[in-house]
C-alpha cells in the first residue's frame, strides 16, 4: 500500500512539472523607474517590491515570469496588442482604467502626497501652489489629479516620463515639487540625498475619482481566466507568509493597507 501511495505521488509530481513545462509563459509590463517598488540594480536587473511580488505570484501559479520593460504611458496600449499578458508596475484601480483594462484585486494601497521645500505652508484649500510647479509622471493617476485638481489653483504642472526624471530638475532648481504615491516619495527621494530640504507638504489624496481603489494588476479586457488565477495567487501569498516576508524587505508598515469592510 505504502509503495502504491508512492508512486501515486511520483505521478502526481511528474504530471505538475509536465503541466509547468507546459504551461505558456505570463510576460507581465513593468515600468523599472519606480524605487522601492521597481528598479534598476548595478548590473541591469530589476529589483523591488512589484517584482518580487510578481515573481511569487508566478510562482504559486506555477507559470514562468517573463519581464517586459516598458515607459509606463505605453504598458496599456503594449497590453491591448498582446505585447504583454499583464501589467505589475503599480497601477492604480480607477474607473478610467477600467475602460480600456481589467483589474485584479488591489495588491496594495498608499495614498498620493505632494513634496515641497521642508517647511512650505499649503492647506486643505491647496491655493499656495499658485505659481508652483510641479512635476507629474505622464500617464500616471498624479498626472490627471494635477491637472484637474492642481492646475486650477495655479499650479503648473510638468509632465515627464518617469518620476527619476523629476527627482533631478526638482534638485537642480527647474521644479518646486512633485504629486506622487507617499510609499514612493519616501523611498524614492525624501529618504535619498537629494531629497534633504524637502518634506511632505499639505494634505494626503485619497479621492477614488482620481486614486481609485488601491493598487492592482492589469490584465486585457474579458481575460478572466487570468485575473481569476492572479487572484487566487494574491490570496495564496498573502496566507502563506510570502506578502508579508517580501513586504517586510522595503517597508516597516503593512502596505497592503486595511482589509474592506
Known amino acids: 500500500m505504502k509503495k502504491l501511495v508512492l508512486l501515486g505521488a511520483l505521478a502526481l509530481s511528474v504530471l505538475s512539472m509536465q503541466a509547468f513545462a507546459d504551461t505558456k509563459p505570463l510576460k507581465i509590463g513593468i515600468e523599472a523607474a519606480y524605487p522601492p517598488f521597481a528598479s534598476k540594480a548595478p548590473d541591469g536587473s530589476i529589483v523591488g517590491f512589484d517584482y518580487d511580488i510578481g515573481n511569487a505570484l508566478c510562482e504559486q501559479m506555477q507559470v514562468k515570469c517573463v519581464w ?40 496594495y494601497l498608499t495614498p498620493a502626497r505632494l513634496v515641497l521645500k521642508e517647511g512650505t505652508t499649503v492647506s486643505d484649500s491647496l491655493d499656495e501652489l499658485k505659481g508652483k510647479k510641479i512635476g507629474v509622471q505622464r500617464g500616471s493617476i498624479h498626472d490627471r489629479f ?33 504629486v506622487a504615491d507617499a510609499t514612493l516619495l519616501q523611498e524614492g527621494f525624501l529618504d535619498a540625498p537629494a531629497g534633504k530640504g524637502y518634506a511632505f507638504v499639505g494634505p494626503a489624496f485619497t479621492d477614488a475619482k482620481y486614486f481609485g481603489d488601491g493598487i ?7 481575460d478572466t481566466e487570468l485575473k481569476d488565477k492572479i487572484d487566487g495567487a494574491i490570496v495564496a501569498i498573502r496566507a502563506n507568509g510570502k506578502y508579508d516576508e517580501i513586504q517586510k524587505k522595503y517597508f516597516n508598515f503593512d502596505i497592503y493597507g486595511p482589509e474592506a469592510k
Do not use: C, H, W
Not at 494635477?146 to 509632465?159: D, N, Q, Y
Open 68 to 107: 517586459v520593460e516598458q515607459e509606463f504611458d505605453g504598458l496599456i496600449p503594449a497590453l491591448k496588442v498582446r505585447k504583454i499578458d499583464a501589467i505589475l508596475s503599480s497601477m492604480s484601480i480607477t474607473d478610467d482604467r477600467k475602460k480600456s483594462v481589467d483589474f485584479t484585486n488591489r495588491y
Open 146 to 178: 494635477a491637472k484637474e485638481v492642481l492646475a486650477p489653483k495655479g499650479a503648473t504642472v510638468v509632465p515627464y516620463s518617469s518620476q527619476n526624471e523629476i527627482y533631478l530638475d526638482i534638485e537642480a532648481g527647474r521644479l518646486d515639487g512633485t
Open 216 to 222: 492592482g494588476i492589469a490584465v486585457r479586457k474579458g
